[in-house]
């Protein structure tokens, strides 16, 4: 099942993620893109910040090897917060390339709309002193080089993560190369309804992050009250009636509902079911009313380490009240 993105590409409706966290070596990661692509996988949703990249570039050559067509896989990367200068975006799409062994991206994605760099696996109350808020003007010249790459050939779409409304008006208003793609968190228990029926309405194609909840996040993901998606109650029960594992409701739910999930695992048994999960009998018109109902507001990755001051609530990264605050 594939999504039409804007240009009338296709994008396959579910992915692989490939975020170890600090859990998954790069190793096991590139075993899992190698086997998922055995069992049917197209998509992958990479980064140069998850820092395995060069590692799965030699699980796709394998997959070429194998028979698999470049142009029958969807190939995604994205810009570091580092990496936002003018004289930086190029080379860092140039750098995600040469570890993936490709000469060009399906996609690549401004990975978060903050310049602001944290060092990996630090503290979630560290805050870093260059740190700065969305400046629009800022953004906009990162986003005119990520319109050179497509210019150059090096990436055939390029995508947003972690945008609120507001930012993504302004970015409509001033693109010269449009978004095709919004990575965002979305999961049963955080269903972002407003943002979700957005950028649907402005061609813009939701790409669901977290879509199992993320159960394994690392424990600086976590707050007292995050919730559990894959306890809830009526994703358990639906998962009992189908015989199924709860996680794979969350992946039916997102692929009826029009958004495409990325779920990692690094299990064969897991990633193949929820790849089923896209072919098997759909849920019920009733099972995703309740899914619908069962929305908790509950955001994972609150994105702390971005803010710009102290004493600040992470809830500032993500516009409330769609204001952008400074
Ligand atoms: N753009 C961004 O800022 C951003 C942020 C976060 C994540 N992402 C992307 O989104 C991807 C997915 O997010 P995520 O990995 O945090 O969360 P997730 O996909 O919601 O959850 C992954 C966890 O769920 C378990 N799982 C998956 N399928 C399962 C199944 N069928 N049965 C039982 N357990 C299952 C996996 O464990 P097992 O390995 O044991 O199966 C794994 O620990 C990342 O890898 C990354 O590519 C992007």
């Not at 067509?69 to 390339?97: F, M, Q, T, Y």
């Not at 996609?107 to 002193?129: A, L, T």
Request: hydrophobic share 35%.
């Amino acid at each position: 099942m594939m999504r039409r993105l804007y240009t009338g590409a296709p994008m396959p409706a579910i992915g692989l993620g490939t975020f170890g966290s600090d859990s998954v070596s790069a190793e096991e990661i590139a075993a899992a893109v190698k086997g998922a692509a055995e069992v049917g996988y197209r998509h992958f949703d990479c980064a140069s910040v998850y820092g395995n990249e060069d590692r799965i570039g030699v699980a796709l050559r394998e997959i070429m090897a194998g028979g698999v067509r470049r142009e029958d896989l969807w190939i995604a990367s994205k810009l570091w917060n580092d990496k936002h200068g003018e004289d930086d975006v190029i080379p860092s799409c140039r750098r995600s390339l040469a570890g993936l062994q490709l000469d060009y991206l399906d996609i690549y994605f401004v990975h978060w709309p903050f310049p602001n760099y944290h060092p990996p696996g630090c503290d979630v109350e560290s805050r870093s002193p260059d740190a700065r808020p969305y400046i629009h003007e800022n953004f906009m010249r990162t986003w005119r080089k990520m319109e050179e790459l497509v210019d150059l050939g090096l990436a055939r779409h390029i995508g947003t993560s972690n945008m609120t409304i507001p930012k993504l008006e302004l970015l409509l208003r001033d693109a010269r190369i449009r978004p095709a793609v919004n990575e965002m968190e979305l999961h049963p228990h955080f269903q972002q309804p407003e943002l979700f029926a957005w950028v649907r309405a402005h061609g813009i194609e939701p790409v669901g992050y977290c879509p199992v909840g993320s159960p394994n996040r690392p424990a600086r993901d976590r707050t007292p009250q995050d919730t559990v998606d894959i306890e809830d109650p009526v994703i358990v029960e639906i998962a009992r009636r189908l015989g199924i594992h709860p996680a794979v409701v969350c992946i039916k739910w997102a692929i009826q509902r029009g958004q495409t999930p990325i779920p990692l695992s690094t299990r064969r048994s897991h990633y193949e079911a929820n790849l089923r999960g896209l072919s098997s009998d759909p849920l019920t018109g009733e099972d995703m009313r309740r899914i619908a109902a069962i929305d908790r507001n509950c955001r994972l990755i609150k994105g702390q380490v971005f803010l710009w001051k102290q004493d600040q609530s992470w809830e500032d990264l993500w516009d409330p009240d769609g204001v952008i605050p400074s």
